[in-house]
């Protein structure tokens, strides 16, 4: 997946992960010459001058731009305190490394900077894997990476170049981390009717206020009651919402409406019916309209009933 310069930086709470600049030398030079760190670090020669910095600043553009690894500073309130990287390899895991100055240890800033690191590797990469390394007495690092989800893989071995040789390691890896799927939403059976009278208009009701989505027309009808039929839900909302009598046989389903709310998804089948006994009569606060079919887009409706709008004036 392709990364773009919008993709960066990575922003946490209390840090920022960016690109290297020839500007960050001096602070990596500064920070890094110190054996306590560069001891830790196996491609990190010691004493380590400002133009390796430069040299190895001016790489990780370009890996950045080739996709090939992205070694990041950490920056904390606009100063580099450390930097982190991401080395993707052929035929293996990708690499996680990191290094902070010693005076920011014990301030949480490898847990923080590597958290975001692998959220976004996952997110923008794809990455389902890590691997990483610690020396094996390295103790703070294998408890970073531990807290980071990493697993012990067992032991290996790397040169070192601030120690000019071969150093024990312990090996990591870890798997992204599973998202739970999301919980499936509950399903709301209601049922609608679109009344036509004999000059073929359509009755709409507006929702009153202190109602869910008021102001907006809707047909008649509402949710069915445990045990209850469409039809005799139907029947039943008629006559509390309309005072108007009707029958199932009078009743003819038409479409059906399916949409997603935020909390909930709706199941609306759309009955007609033409023959009913009363006179429609707003019974719960609402405002009425006989609308014709050619001018029900007119009236603003819940989202679920607006595909119904077309259907039912092609029909009509």
């Known amino acids: 997946m392709a990364v773009t310069a ?8 209390r840090l920022e992960l960016r690109r290297l600049e020839p500007s960050d030398a001096a602070a990596v030079t500064r920070l890094v010459n110190d054996y306590s760190v560069a001891g830790n670090l196996a491609r990190v020669p010691f004493p380590y001058r400002e133009q390796l910095a430069l040299d190895w600043i001016a790489s990780a553009g370009e890996q950045i731009d080739s996709g090939d690894a992205y070694h990041l500073a950490i920056t904390r309130d606009g100063a580099l305190v450390g930097c982190i990287g991401l080395t993707l390899k052929r035929n293996a895991l990708p ?22 690191l692998l959220g976004w590797a996952e997110e923008k990469l794809g990455v389902s894997e890590f691997e990483a390394s610690a020396l094996t007495d390295n103790l703070a690092s294998q408890a970073v990476l531990r807290k980071l989800g990493f697993e012990e893989a067992g032991p290996g071995v790397q ?3 601030s120690r000019n040789r071969n150093m024990p390691v312990t090996m990591f890896r870890r798997k992204a981390a599973q998202r739970p799927a999301p ?21 709409l009701a507006q929702r009153p ?23 005799a839900a139907l029947i039943r909302e ?14 003819s389903p038409l479409f059906f409406a399916s949409h997603a709310y935020a ?5 609306m089948p759309l009955y007609i019916c033409r023959k009913w006994q009363g006179r429609a009569t707003p019974k719960e606060g609402q405002q009425l309209a006989w609308v014709r079919p050619d001018k029900l887009r007119d009236y603003p409706m819940p989202p679920a009933d607006e595909p119904l709008v077309a259907l039912l004036r092609d029909f009509l």
Do not use: M
């Open 159 to 161: 040169q070192f170049l």
């Open 263 to 267: 909390k909930f998804h709706l199941l």
């Open 183 to 203: 919980a499936a939403k509950p399903i709301l059976l209601v049922v609608a009717c679109a009344l036509v009278d004999g000059d073929g208009r359509v009755l």
């Open 6 to 13: 919008a993709d960066l930086p990575i922003v946490t709470e």
């Open 95 to 116: 690499e996680i490394g990191y290094w902070v100055g010693r005076k920011f240890w014990g301030q949480g800033v490898a847990g923080e900077a590597g958290a975001a």
């Open 209 to 231: 206020e202190g109602k869910t989505l008021a102001g907006l027309w809707e047909f008649p009808g509402g949710k069915l009651n445990d045990g209850e039929t469409p039809e």
């Open 238 to 251: 008629l006559q509390e919402e309309l005072g108007i009598e009707t029958h199932e046989s009078c009743l």
